[in-house]
């Protein structure tokens, strides 16, 4: 069972919606990263956070460490914000530098 | 800078042949992480090393072996290519510190082993 969950598996939109992508943990963590990959494959960071809220952009990311869970928000979805985006926590304790990933959101949106 | 970079992009390779996938970062980042990507599979950990001269296995390390002589490369070593190793492999580092730890992915190897 993979300790990192992520819904929807699969979103489709179309231009400006609001799309929200959730991701759920079991594991302590220390932090969770938010992680884009593009149809070419390459990986991209981009959030990092522990606590609260971070945004960059028409990107938002919000964690709650209480109930486990963190969202990745896109305002004015883009064609171009097609990808699959991954979720991946930090393990805390001693060694903070493992990540257990999600197994990604593919979203594709429309013109 | 070209932060992390890896060769080949893609290879084929034969059952029971080895290879070296090749990884390189000029961030001075002292940890690095091999993690192989299948098709509908979360990233997996295969490898990581937190300075040269330090590894430690990860998730799945069977099959795979590593280096770590200096600080900018970290090379993952295939000795008999299986089937199963038939994956995409990127390597990526981090700048360690309590408060800020950011990965950089490689461009990603493709590898069919048949």
């Known amino acids: 069972k993979n300790e990192v969950e992520q819904s929807p598996q699969n979103l489709t939109a179309q231009e400006g919606e609001f799309i929200t992508i959730n991701c759920s943990y079991s594991?302590?963590?220390?932090?969770l990263h938010w992680l884009q990959q593009h149809p070419g494959g390459g990986i991209v960071s981009l959030f990092m956070l522990s606590s609260g809220k971070k945004k960059h952009g028409r990107l938002i990311a919000t964690i709650n460490i209480q109930e486990k869970h963190s969202s990745l928000h896109i305002t004015a979805s883009h064609p171009r914000d097609s990808a699959v985006y991954i979720c991946?926590?930090?393990?805390?304790?001693?060694?903070?530098?493992?990540?257990?990933f999600g197994k990604g959101t593919l979203l594709t949106v429309n013109p | 800078n070209a932060g992390v970079t890896q060769t080949p992009k893609f290879r084929i390779l034969k059952i029971g042949q080895s290879m070296t996938l090749q990884c390189t970062q000029d961030m001075n980042h002292n940890y690095m992480y091999w993690y192989r990507q299948d098709p509908g599979m979360g990233l997996k950990l295969i490898y990581y090393s937190v300075g040269a001269g330090i590894t430690d296995k990860g998730e799945v390390p069977n099959g795979y072996n590593v280096s770590r002589s200096t600080t900018e490369d970290f090379p993952l070593r295939l000795e008999l290519a299986a089937p199963s190793q038939t994956s995409v492999y990127f390597c990526a580092s981090s700048a360690q510190t309590i408060e800020y730890n950011e990965q950089f992915f490689g461009p990603g190897t493709r590898l069919t082993v048949l």
């Open positions: 991946a926590a930090l393990n805390s304790g001693g060694s903070n530098y493992k990540l257990t």
């Open positions: 594991v302590g963590i220390s932090a």
